[in-house]
């Protein structure tokens, strides 16, 4: 028994060294064609000659391995199971490392597939510390997890693009050439990623520039250059200016913050799914439910905040829940500066709060409205001379009747005159948000609760959205309806005091959409991608 802890001890000695030139390693010089296929899913690695020289791993690797070797020092009891996934491991790292010993070759293994093998060396151990952390905390782990899957689709996207964050932004070239902030910085403008065609997260980063309306003071019809609808985009303004603070208002710095502003709001909203599934009975990590969202891949290939609203709803309903209304109004108060249609459960809380608590129940909704508001009056005083009342009342012109919208898609799916990425999708999501319309309906005849209230409203607003301004792109449709899933997902984990269907139907729903979004939506390849599968 000692001798078999010796051998592992040498064999973790031995993969401490190895990490240092391989888990991170870039090669500089070739790779062969036909390895090519290997640049993408569970195996993911490429294949070099045994003397071709490659970068080291930066510093961090070597912390890493301190953790593993921590981790590696728990006693932990294993079960087959881990067991066979720790053989496993080692094979395939005694496998990788003996390369350039037993062939002309060498396998280099990508950071995160390095990552997994380790997982699944260190699997009883890492059981074992959950547990020793306790269930307190597993709300915390829950968001690691989210966290890390979004923060895995960046990664294996931002690959593509030489590890230039601004591929993410869908900056269009006529926009690029446009905007002053980019005519005054030639080399950021060099340093960009283009595109003949645009999308909204251009706007976003084009916004961090000047969040507070100065460049043109007196002439606010400048913007429209670079903003397609200045009083609505710069209504929502919280993105923005977050990408500024946290980037030190350091303009070569705002395409990575964004993306990781998007992935640490990931961490915090499936933390709070977690506590609140903890807190009514249910494992945390039936908060993963929410990686089904279809929403949530579409943002984060397109560098938008819908990930930091929906944080904000769910911190807010929690807050409001267990009575701590100041933070309620925060959380809600801030979700409502990254988008509008926030102010929609919090509305719902307070109608449902009625007499018993009107006082407390108005203080919040006023605290949280009071920064939207004043926010919205600033921008309506600045664009006012170039805008009129439109900028106080913006319409983005997204709405129609209802049902209408859908089935324009359908149709168009079903002719596959949809664009050839989103014609199967084009489908089956207007099913499945008609099925979540019913399911929202079905729930609020059940028992008139906030949340239920706040589900058939978005639900309402989901189904009413047009073709021209939103279906006619699905990944605008399936961000401009995330909500509906979100409170869906928040009365799945809450299941008391409701008849034993209602969960069984969210359920069978959930599963859907999860199928949906791995495999017919338009980002599904970058869903499956990002859970290390095949792209």
Same mark, same amino acid.
């Given at each position: ?14 993969? /401490? ?11 500089? !010089?070739?790779?062969? =064609? ?30 890493? $391995? ?50 997994? *093998? ?8 890492? /059981? ?8 307190? #905390? ?27 964050? %601004? ?22 403008? !060099? ?54 603070? /946290? ?5 070569? !710095? ?5 993306? #990781? ?21 249910? %494992?945390?990590?039936?908060?993963? $439910? ?8 579409? %943002? ?19 807050? $409001? ?33 009625? $007499?018993?608590? #009107? ?17 919205? *009056?600033?921008?309506? #005083? ?31 799916? =079903?002719?596959?005159?949809?664009? %050839? ?12 948000? =008609? ?101």
């Amino acid at each position: 028994m000692k001798a078999a802890r010796w051998a592992a001890a040498a064999l973790l000695c031995l993969w /401490v060294l190895y990490a240092a030139v391989s888990p991170s390693c870039t090669p500089v !010089r070739s790779e062969f =064609a036909n390895a090519r296929g290997f640049s993408r899913g569970l195996l993911n690695l490429v294949v070099l000659p045994a003397g071709e020289p490659f970068a080291r791993a930066p510093a961090w690797s070597f912390a890493m $391995w301190a953790a593993v070797l921590a981790l590696a020092g728990w006693r932990a009891k294993h079960t087959r199971g881990t067991a066979l996934l720790g053989a496993a491991a080692i094979v395939l790292l005694a496998a990788v490392a003996l390369s350039p010993h037993v062939s002309p070759y060498r396998v280099v293994l990508a950071p995160r597939t390095f990552s997994l *093998f380790v997982l699944l060396l260190c699997a009883a151990r890492a /059981v074992e510390a959950a547990r020793w952390i306790g269930a307190r #905390w597993t709300a915390l782990m829950s968001g690691a997890l989210g966290a890390a899957f979004f923060a895995s689709a960046v990664l294996n996207m931002v690959g593509t693009w030489g590890g230039n964050y %601004s591929g993410f932004l869908h900056i269009s070239k006529v926009v690029a050439e446009d905007a002053p902030f980019l005519r005054e910085r030639p080399d950021l403008a !060099r340093s960009l990623v283009l595109y003949d065609a645009g999308y909204d997260g251009q706007f976003m980063y084009l916004m961090a520039f000047d969040p507070f309306l100065r460049t043109f003071p007196d002439r606010p019809d400048e913007y429209r250059a670079f903003v397609d609808n200045p009083p609505y985009r710069y209504g929502r303004i919280g993105f923005s200016l977050l990408t500024r603070v /946290v980037s030190a208002a350091r303009p070569e !710095r705002y395409p990575a913050a964004m993306m #990781w502003i998007i992935v640490a709001a990931h961490f915090a909203l499936a933390a709070f799914l977690a506590w609140r599934a903890v807190g009514h009975g249910r %494992s945390p990590f039936a908060a993963m $439910w929410y990686l089904a969202i279809p929403g949530f891949s579409a %943002s984060l290939m397109a560098a938008l905040p819908e990930a930091l609203a929906a944080a904000g709803i769910v911190a807010g309903v929690l807050c $409001w829940e267990t009575r701590r209304h100041a933070w309620a109004a925060l959380a809600f108060g801030a979700a409502m500066l990254v988008r509008e249609t926030a102010v929609i459960p919090l509305l719902a809380l307070a109608l449902a709060a009625g $007499w018993r608590d #009107w006082r407390g129940s108005t203080l919040v909704v006023a605290a949280s409205l009071a920064p939207v508001c004043a926010w919205r *009056f600033f921008v309506a #005083w600045r664009m006012f001379p170039g805008f009129g009342w439109a900028s106080l009342v913006a319409n983005p012109g997204d709405f129609g009747l209802p049902f209408a919208g859908l089935v324009r898609l359908w149709l168009a799916g =079903a002719a596959g005159t949809q664009p %050839s990425p989103e014609t199967t999708a084009a489908v089956v999501f207007p099913i499945l948000l =008609a099925a979540a319309f019913v399911l929202a309906m079905l729930l609020l005849r059940v028992r008139r609760g906030p949340l239920e209230v706040a589900a058939a409203a978005y639900a309402v607003v989901a189904v009413s959205l047009n073709y021209s301004h939103i279906w006619s792109h699905l990944p605008s449709g399936e961000r401009a309806t995330f909500e509906v899933f979100v409170c869906l997902l928040l009365l799945l984990l809450d299941g008391r005091d409701r008849p034993a269907w209602i969960g069984r139907a969210l359920t069978g729903f959930f599963a859907a959409l999860l199928a949906y979004t791995f495999f017919v939506a338009p980002d599904a390849g970058a869903s499956r991608a990002a859970l290390l599968l095949i792209r």
